[in-house]
């Protein structure tokens, strides 16, 4: 598995950037098979083990007038293949990115999410395939254009047919008011068309805060994060939920690629469950290899089994 975080709100907002390139590797890197990941001298890639070190710092060469600062692992189940961090922080001051450096998730942070509601789903508080409006305020929903239910699962394989908007990324609002005034339109019906949806994400963790009767944050934190010993990860959009973490990317700058400084409200997400986590790259890989070896989040294999059970297939 590679992991890569970098200092650069232009990256975080997906422009064409080197760290949501190897986000993506993370992500799908998350559900390769055991066997694949277990393999003894190669990596999925088929890359060799012991100079996949070298090829990432040849490419961080090669980019290196792109590039401001960025933290890399490459792990799996078992432990750290290769860790390394390059570049700075905060260029002008001088300050090098290191294992203590902090960095945005994205929108790995929808992980927590997903694992969120498979824990109620494992404990008979959710059912996947109910229609969402079972858990939601009455009337809540006011843009449906079709009878077909929108179901949990739909919104896990983002099939709810919504439109995309971003309205919503700058708010300090709570999650359901940001998500009722900021409703889209549905385009296409319920489990027919993929297409990528912040909103459905929204409405998963607004769910999760409903049934838990706890704020997505807090609920983040007590059981994801403190049972992970992921104590330098933030989730609200200003990141008071964590002040190391807080005080840690006040310190940093973010770049453009042509290594302008880009203002502090660049990279803030009101509707924080959707991309707002924020924390050192030792957390997300504590996270990440939990995912891996299917431990510590749930507590029946059954619930790690219908996480990865494939849910939707195409020709």
């Known amino acids: 598995m590679i992991s890569c ?3 650069s709100a232009k990256e975080y907002l997906m422009k064409k950037t080197f760290i949501f390139t190897l986000l993506a590797i993370l992500t799908l890197g998350l559900f390769l098979p055991a066997t694949a990941l277990a393999e003894e001298q190669k990596l999925p890639s088929g890359t060799d083990r012991d100079k996949i070190g070298q090829k990432i710092q040849d490419y961080v060469k090669e980019h290196e007038k792109t590039t401001a600062g960025m933290a890399t692992a490459v792990f799996d189940k078992d432990g750290t293949i290769y860790q390394g961090n390059f570049g700075y922080m905060d260029k002008e001051k001088g300050i090098k990115a290191d294992d203590d450096s902090v960095f945005e998730w994205g929108s790995v942070t929808k992980l927590t999410v997903w694992v969120s509601v498979m824990q109620l789903w494992e404990q008979g508080k959710i059912d996947l395939e109910e229609d969402i409006r079972t858990y939601l305020p009455e009337g809540f929903l006011k843009n449906l254009r079709y009878d ?3 179901t949990m699962l739909d919104l896990m394989n983002h099939q709810s047919g919504f439109d995309e908007a971003t309205l919503y990324m700058r708010s300090d609002k709570s999650i359901e ?3 009722k005034e900021q409703q889209p339109i549905q385009s296409f019906e319920p489990g027919t068309t993929t297409a990528y949806s912040n ?3 929204g409405l998963a963790a607004l769910i999760v805060e409903r049934i838990s009767g706890q704020k997505f944050v807090d609920y983040a934190h007590e059981h994801i994060f403190q049972p992970l010993g992921m104590d330098k990860t933030a989730i609200l959009p200003d990141l008071s939920d964590n ?11 973010g770049y453009d690629i042509q ?5 502090k409200d660049s990279y803030i997400v009101g509707l924080y469950p959707i991309g707002a986590a924020t924390g050192t790259l030792k957390d997300l890989q504590k996270f990440a290899q939990a ?10 294999p059954e619930a790690w089994s219908t996480l990865y059970s494939p849910s939707l297939t195409y020709p």
Do not use: C, D, M, W
């Open 5 to 7: 975080l970098h200092n």
């Open 148 to 150: 077909k239910p929108i």
């Open 177 to 179: 008011e940001i998500l």
């Open 199 to 201: 909103y459905g994400t």
């Open 243 to 253: 002040s190391y973490v807080q005080k840690k990317r006040q310190e940093a700058k």
């Open 259 to 263: 290594g302008k400084v880009l203002s």
């Open 291 to 300: 995912l891996l070896a299917r431990k510590t989040l749930f507590e029946r």
